[in-house]
Structure formats: C-alpha cells, structure tokens
C-alpha cells in the first residue's frame, strides 16, 4: 500500500490510485472519503482497519484514525 501524504493538499492522499473525497475540517482532523476499502492502523486506537473513510490529523497527517475514533473525538469535543 502506498499512503502519499501532503498535508497542503489532502485530496492528493491517494491510496492504491484511489482519490478521496476530503470533508471539512472537525476538530482538527478531515475524513477522508475512498471510492474503495483500503487497509490500514489507526494511531489512535492501533487496530487493523479496512475502511472506506480515514481520518487524518491535520496537525500531524502521518496518523490515520479510523472512522469510529474519529466519530468519538468529535463527540467528545463538540458536545454544546
Ligand atoms: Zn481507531
């Protein structure tokens, strides 16, 4: 698996040719959104993920977190 990583353009992380779709940024992660599933750790909770969407910290954009981290931080972190 080849993870290009460029934190001033997300949208270039291409896994395996496959383009994401970048979402806005939430508590400073974006989600990355794949045409398909792509393998890989989350650094978060440093399990195995296959996954569509990942998550990458913006201030460190080496870290992929998985969807379910992801949802948990941001739920931590938006709670109104
Ligand atoms: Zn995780």
Do not use: W
């Amino acid at each position: 698996m080849n993870i290009n990583i460029n934190s001033t353009d997300l949208s270039q992380n291409t896994l395996d040719g496959d383009h994401p779709t970048v979402t806005k940024p939430r508590c400073g992660m974006v989600l990355l959104k794949y045409e398909r599933s792509h393998s890989f750790r989350c650094s978060n909770c440093n399990r195995d993920k296959v996954s569509k969407k990942i998550a990458i910290s913006q201030k460190n954009p080496t870290q992929l977190i998985c969807n379910a981290c992801y949802g948990y931080i941001i739920s931590r972190n938006e709670i109104k």
